[in-house]
């Protein structure tokens, strides 16, 4: 370089955020073909393409822009220093300076099923032409109710409701005649539907686009079927005369599953199959009588996982593998099981490898992304209360909570996980009991989590419910509720902290997702203990994390914490985010309308409020 040296870049800026975004998200950032490339022009440096979207590529006024704080700098991505705190958006515009960069809100992120949400759009743009006219995308579909697509008035606003509870993911795009895409999609808007299903003769929001296929099988081009330690596999190539198809499957769910009845199915998938079926949006669910695997092929890494075999993505093949344990491995989980639990369902694998040139490698994370399978139960008279899936973690040899709900499907009962990464699963039922929790005014809620795995005791037989839970505990017990893989302990930029603590890994992962820090002087204080307006911003901060919502208006905030006797006493450090925490349902006041921000959480409160974050999240029943 003769312009930027490291030398120069003394300071974090802008473009050490997007190559750390990037690689967070599995995208290789010294492949400048389909990775990143950023361009050195003496005077800035440039983006010119990210993950294989390159300026140029629709007009000469595309590429790609930044903003800092919704604002548009006026410096290249190298010169803007980052002083912490700073929303940074990088987005493809079409139509250069002419794009409407839009952001989308909701009048209620959490309801009831039935009741009406008001979506707006806004934006800026140099041009003003309106924002009418934009489809209103739900689980990354159009939504299409009564077959016609959810467009936005002149005002950008549009009024949706749901009639089944879940979890939706709202976003809107806009297309001129010519297909150039001319408002950027924005970040998506998550709203948590509660309630009983209403029968209105139609599906649900995102569930009539999210329509499923199975494949028959003309579409593959091998197929085998072999025995080992008494397991059947079947392994099943899929053929690349499908990617000429896949448009017809855009934003939905293709089903592949074994001819026969078996144990373990392996599917091969070729690299540019998987790169057609991700610029489609196809998930792809692999099923057998055990269970189901939903995998968003659009969440693959293929450029990083060739750049690691050395090769191009059209040399990619993926093997996806699904099925029973080997009986070996059923044992080994056996024997860990705890007095008063038992396995619900058999220990299933999740496995995917992708292979080039004779070489290997496994893929076990999703990075940020969450993704589904489902366990069918071996007996669906179930205590879900005191239930959860779990994945194995041969390191430590124990099980760990898994964010799990329970469905039915086709009069069968399903644990439907959701986790970050690859591994073994299975449904534990735990019958756990503290002497000290009888009669308590949070029994019921510490005994659940505790069976789910969420909770220790302060001995085998002792919750000690009122004492006050320390700032290490409580970044572990929200590691555990999101099931994060533990952190790198040895990286823990805090003073106080050597990193061979027990609670070291779960913290290590929590300051990773941004979701606790230390302070100013350089300590994280671990045995300190937690405020309830602490624990609030940090419980608002996974919130934001695994929803995309954003923090509340000053005025919304305020009319949230208007409600509170002692308002006044929250600091404004706190004032956004425990404004969002109380509309989310996660924290609340007292019956004297105090909510006694300074007061220490006790080990008991904590446990209620992580379950009804996780409630709120859709994490748990």
């Known amino acids: 370089s003769t312009g930027w040296d490291p030398d120069k870049l003394t300071q974090p800026t802008v473009a050490h955020a997007l190559v750390g975004a990037l690689e967070n998200m599995g995208i290789d950032c010294f492949d400048h073909s389909s990775g990143l490339d950023l361009q050195d022009y003496g005077w800035s440096l440039y983006v010119a393409m990210i993950d294989g979207e390159r300026e140029f590529d629709v007009r000469n006024t595309s590429g790609w822009m930044y903003r800092v704080n919704d604002i548009l700098p006026d410096v290249g991505c190298q010169e803007y220093v980052l002083r912490g705190g700073e929303e940074i958006v990088w987005y493809f515009a079409a139509y250069g300076y002419e794009n409407w960069y839009s952001k989308l809100t909701a009048s209620k992120t959490s309801v009831v099923t039935g009741e009406e949400v008001t979506l707006s759009l806004s934006g800026t743009k140099n041009i003003k032409t309106g924002l009418g006219g934009a489809s209103i995308y739900v689980n990354g579909s159009p939504y299409k109710p009564e077959g ?11 009024v949706i409701k749901f009639n089944n509870p879940g979890r939706y993911e709202i976003s809107a795009e806009r297309f001129t005649d010519q297909g150039i895409r001319d408002i ?21 929001p995102g569930q009539e686009d999210q329509l499923e296929t199975a494949l028959e099988p003309a579409v593959f081009s091998a197929r085998t079927v072999s025995s080992e330690n008494g397991r059947i596999i079947e392994k099943l190539m899929l053929d690349e005369t499908i990617i000429a198809s896949l448009d017809q499957y855009a934003g939905q769910s293709i089903v592949i599953q074994p001819e026969e009845t078996c144990d373990v199915l ?3 998938l070729s690299g540019p199959i998987l790169q057609a079926a991700g610029e489609q949006e196809v998930t792809l669910i692999f099923q057998t009588e055990a269970g189901r695997y939903h995998l968003p092929a659009g969440i693959l890494p293929l450029g990083s996982m060739a750049a690691q075999l050395g090769a191009d993505i059209d040399q990619l093949s993926l093997t996806v593998t699904m099925g029973l344990t080997a009986p070996e491995q059923e044992r080994t989980l056996t024997k860990a099981l705890e007095p008063g639990q038992q396995m619900r369902s058999g220990p299933l694998q999740f496995n995917l490898d992708f292979e080039a040139g004779g070489k290997t490698v496994a893929l076990t994370s999703f990075g940020h992304n969450y993704v589904k399978c489902e366990i069918k139960l071996s007996d669906a008279s179930i205590n879900i209360s005191q239930a959860t899936g779990v994945a194995w973690n041969a390191a430590d040899r124990q099980f760990r909570f898994i964010p799990t709900l329970f469905i039915t499907r086709e009069q069968e009962t399903y644990a439907l996980l959701q986790s970050r990464h690859n591994g073994i699963y299975t449904v534990l039922e735990t019958n756990k009991t503290f002497d000290d929790i009888a009669g308590h005014w949070a029994q019921d809620q510490v005994l659940a989590m505790a069976a789910k795995q969420l909770l220790s005791g302060r001995t085998e037989d002792t919750f000690d419910p009122d004492r006050q839970i320390t700032r290490a505990e409580t970044a572990v017990l929200l590691s555990r509720g999101l099931a994060l893989p533990d952190g790198k302990a040895e990286a823990l930029p805090f003073s106080d902290i050597n990193g061979q603590e027990w609670f070291a890994g779960p913290l290590a992962a929590a300051v990773e997702e941004n979701l606790v820090s230390g302070y100013p002087d350089g300590n994280f204080l671990p045995g300190q203990s937690i405020s309830r307006q602490e624990l609030a911003v940090v419980l608002a901060r996974a919130y934001r994390v695994i929803t995309g919502q954003g923090q509340l208006g000053e005025e919304e905030a305020a009319a949230r914490m208007s409600r509170f006797s002692d308002a006044g006493q929250i600091g404004d450090w706190a004032r956004a985010d425990l404004a969002l925490a109380v509309e989310a349902g996660i924290v609340q006041g007292y019956p004297e309308g105090a909510f006694a921000p300074h007061e220490q959480v006790s080990r008991a409160q904590a446990a209620v409020m992580l379950m009804r974050f996780l409630q709120g999240i859709v994490f748990l029943d």
Do not use: H
């Not at 016609?148 to 606003?157: A, M």
């Not at 950027?184 to 649900?204: C, E, H, K, N, Y």
């Open 148 to 158: 016609q697509e959810l467009l936005t008035d002149q005002s950008g606003k549009a």
């Open 184 to 204: 950027v999609r924005p970040l998506p808007v998550t709203i948590i539907v509660r309630g009983q299903a209403i029968d209105s003769g139609a599906a649900a």
């Open 266 to 268: 392996q599917v091969i």
